[in-house]
């Protein structure tokens, strides 16, 4: 059976890799945590067919994809399984090809259950003979497995789904809050929202697992959805597209992660929303710079 090198053992990661040693892989395994059973991403490829990464961003993966290729075969295949860059892949596919090594984007959705219980969704962009090379590897984490086109597409794929997650996320959370203010309570308004037509996954799980328990952990930070909804952003405006939506969620997300604590997961977006204050209706309008000319008595 081929060997597989995994880089990236944060919360994910250990759990995806887990699953693969449980599907008979032999995983040569590295993470700058020390986590993993080698000293290197090089020691970790030495003689891996496949590559697999699950790191924190595009610049995480072009660093250890590069510090790895010494040591991968030749006709290897790196699957990035991060939420990266569509430019930022295809930048390094051109590095990697020049050493006859192949690379399929191959990001998740599913969060820490998912990873778990291998029932991730999984969205591949890149060629579709090398995706049916590694599909039996890519089916040990997810039960989904999606090709969304060529290589990049799955990354894009998956900066657009969370923009829809997050964007939920903040709508939710202010129902609950403006709700909560006008008198209704909380936990109610979640046992109604997920019986009518506005459920999401804020909804069924956020609010009900992580805001109403004031647990905060669901295991995905504030800064990777920034990221993320940054990268659909960008994907809108290099395509030209008007998305005041998704600017303004993205703006959002943004002034969110300046405020919260370094480190805080995204559910806290809850607590940043919660703080906001709106002028009260007595404050006194600003003065106007320029002063207005009396007028004369007739």
Same mark, same amino acid.
């Given at each position: ?123 591949? +962009? ?71 037509? +506005? ?100």
């Amino acid at each position: 059976m081929i060997t597989i090198a995994f880089i990236g053992l944060g919360q994910m990661g250990k759990l995806m890799s887990a699953n693969l040693v449980a599907g008979g892989y032999t995983i040569q395994s590295y993470d700058l945590n020390g986590s993993g059973n080698r000293k290197s991403a090089q020691e970790a490829a030495d003689g891996a067919g496949i590559l697999i990464t699950m790191l924190p961003d595009g610049a995480a993966v072009r660093k250890a994809a590069l510090a790895a290729l010494p040591g991968l075969q030749a006709g290897a295949v790196v699957v990035d399984m991060s939420s990266s860059d569509p430019g930022s892949t295809r930048e390094l596919e051109k590095d990697l090809r020049k050493k006859h090594v192949l690379l399929l984007d191959a990001p998740v959705s599913g969060s820490i259950k998912g990873a778990k219980e291998a029932t991730l969704a999984i969205m591949v +962009g890149g060629d579709a003979a090398v995706l049916k090379h590694v599909q039996p590897v890519l089916e040990k984490m997810g039960n989904r497995v999606f090709h969304c086109g060529p290589l990049g597409a799955g990354h894009a794929m998956k900066a657009l789904n969370n923009y829809i997650g997050g964007s939920g996320t903040i709508a939710a959370f202010e129902a609950v809050l403006v709700g909560k203010a006008f008198g209704l309570d909380p936990a109610l308004m979640v046992e109604v929202f997920n019986a009518s037509t +506005g459920y999401n996954s804020t909804t069924q799980r956020k609010l009900p697992q992580q805001v109403l328990t004031n647990a905060f952990a669901s295991g995905f930070s504030a800064a990777l959805m920034t990221k993320d909804v940054g990268i659909a952003n960008g994907i809108a405006k290099g395509a030209r597209v008007p998305a005041p939506y998704l600017a303004a969620t993205s703006k959002l997300w943004r002034t969110a992660l300046k405020r919260l604590p370094r480190g805080a997961d995204h559910t806290e977006m809850f607590r940043f929303l919660e703080k906001l204050r709106t002028p009260s209706r007595g404050a006194a309008a600003p003065r106007s710079k320029k002063r207005q000319k009396r007028r004369r008595s007739t």
